[in-house]
C-alpha cells in the first residue's frame, strides 16, 4: 500500500515536499517513482529513485527537484522547489520490486503499485 501526500496550494517560487509511505512490502527492494497528471493530460513521469538510489528527473523538473528515499521509514520523498504553475498537477507515487542491472524504470506500465495521489496546485 502506498499513501501519498504533502500537497497543498503554494504560489510561483514556493517548495513543496512530497511524501510517500509504503507498507506490506519490503521497501529496501522497491523502485519508487512520481508520476502527475494534469486535467486534460496523460499521467507522465516526474522522477525515479531505484533500489539502487539512482535517480532519474524528466527534463522539464531538473534542477528543481529532488527525489530520496529513507528505507528506515520506508517513505519516498519529493522534493519541489521553484515550483512553477505548469507543475500544477495531481502527484502519484508507484512502486515496482524488480531488480534491474543497468536501468532504470521509467514507463508507466513498468509500475505495479500505486498510491492514491496528492494535488498540487501552484498559483502565479
Known amino acids: 500500500q502506498l499513501q501519498a501526500s504533502g500537497g497543498g496550494l503554494v504560489q510561483a517560487g514556493d517548495s513543496l515536499r512530497l511524501s510517500c509511505a509504503v507498507s506490506?512490502?519490503?521497501?529496501?527492494?522497491?523502485?519508487m517513482a512520481w508520476f502527475r497528471q494534469a486535467p486534460g493530460n496523460e499521467r507522465e513521469l516526474v522522477s525515479v529513485?531505484?533500489?539502487?538510489?539512482?535517480?532519474y528527473y524528466t527534463d522539464s523538473v531538473k534542477g528543481r527537484f529532488t527525489v530520496s528515499r529513507d528505507n528506515a521509514v520506508s517513505t519516498v520523498y519529493l522534493q519541489m522547489n521553484s515550483l512553477k504553475p505548469e507543475d500544477t498537477a495531481v502527484y502519484y507515487c508507484?512502486?515496482?520490486?524488480?531488480?534491474?542491472?543497468?536501468?532504470?524504470?521509467?514507463?508507466?506500465?513498468?509500475?505495479?503499485?500505486w498510491g492514491q495521489g496528492t494535488q498540487v496546485t501552484v498559483s502565479s
Open positions: 506490506g512490502r519490503t521497501f529496501d527492494n522497491s523502485n
Open positions: 508507484a512502486a515496482n520490486y524488480k531488480k534491474y542491472l543497468n536501468y532504470i524504470p521509467i514507463r508507466l506500465r513498468e509500475y505495479d503499485y
Open positions: 529513485i531505484t533500489r539502487s538510489e539512482r535517480t
